[in-house]
């Protein structure tokens, strides 16, 4: 009877364990492009990266930011893929898009056009506060590969978050690098208008 009882409560201890192991499983969670399409398509060649990211918050996990000058790691939320190669992924999907191009790859990726613009990202400022606020700050360059003309810029910016989710928080990041790709599409045309007009002419 005693032997009964005793492997009754371990098949229940075990029970207990695979509940708890079951409510505590890992989600895993992807940034995504937000910019609208343009009409006019281009042929531009783009390659975006690298991006670096401050070291707090460039691991799998989820980084929080709870209260100021202080973290917490969540090891149950965790990036799908490394968040350097997930911010590099969207900025050039946004590319893509804000600028008409199919020819936009990710760094080191190679593409069957040689790049005409290279995009280089410093992200200074990835703060998260679930059902308050996130941040984004970053520096970042453009440079042409065919003159070496550059052109670099900073980009800062903050979105509320007013549900206490992380599907919330993830959301208001990817908004914001729809704002940091619209500054780079920006840079990208100037550069762009700046060598046509310094093209030569060709006489017939």
Same mark, same amino acid.
């Given at each position: 009877?005693?032997?009964?009882?005793?492997?009754?409560?371990?098949?229940?201890?075990?029970?207990v364990l695979t509940v708890g192991c079951a409510s505590t499983s890992?989600?895993?969670?992807?940034?995504?492009?937000?910019?609208?399409?343009?009409?006019?398509?281009s042929i531009l060649a783009i390659t975006v990266g690298p991006v670096?990211?401050?070291?707090?918050?460039?691991?799998?996990?989820? #980084?929080?930011?709870?209260?100021?000058?202080?973290?917490?790691?969540?090891?149950?939320?965790?990036?799908?893929? +490394?968040?350097?190669?997930?911010?590099?992924?969207?900025?050039?999907?946004?590319?893509?898009?804000?600028?008409?191009? +199919?020819?936009?790859?990710?760094?080191?990726?190679? #593409?069957?056009?040689?790049?005409?613009?290279?995009?280089?990202?410093? #992200?200074?400022?990835?703060?998260?506060?679930?059902?308050?606020?996130?941040?984004?700050?970053?520096?970042?360059?453009?440079?042409?590969?065919?003159?070496?003309?550059?052109?670099?810029?900073?980009?800062?910016?903050?979105?509320?978050?007013?549900?206490?989710?992380?599907?919330?928080?993830?959301?208001?990041?990817?908004?914001?690098?729809?704002?940091?790709?619209?500054?780079?599409?920006?840079?990208?045309?100037?550069?762009?208008?700046?060598?046509?007009?310094?093209?030569?002419?060709? #006489?017939?």
């Amino acid at each position: 009877m005693m032997k009964k009882f005793t492997l009754v409560m371990i098949l229940c201890a075990l029970a207990v364990l695979t509940v708890g192991c079951a409510s505590t499983s890992t989600r895993l969670y992807t940034l995504s492009p937000t910019a609208k399409p343009v009409s006019e398509p281009s042929i531009l060649a783009i390659t975006v990266g690298p991006v670096s990211l401050p070291a707090a918050v460039d691991r799998p996990q989820l #980084v929080l930011s709870p209260a100021p000058n202080q973290v917490s790691i969540d090891e149950f939320n965790r990036w799908a893929s +490394p968040l350097k190669s997930d911010i590099a992924r969207v900025v050039a999907e946004n590319l893509s898009l804000l600028l008409g191009s +199919p020819y936009v790859s990710v760094f080191p990726q190679s #593409v069957s056009v040689s790049p005409s613009y290279r995009v280089v990202i410093d #992200v200074m400022r990835f703060e998260s506060v679930p059902g308050e606020m996130a941040k984004l700050g970053a520096i970042w360059s453009v440079r042409s590969t065919a003159d070496g003309q550059s052109q670099g810029g900073g980009t800062t910016l903050a979105e509320p978050v007013r549900e206490n989710s992380y599907t919330a928080l993830i959301a208001a990041h990817s908004r914001m690098l729809g704002g940091l790709s619209s500054d780079i599409a920006a840079a990208i045309r100037t550069l762009a208008a700046a060598g046509k007009k310094g093209s030569p002419e060709v #006489v017939k």
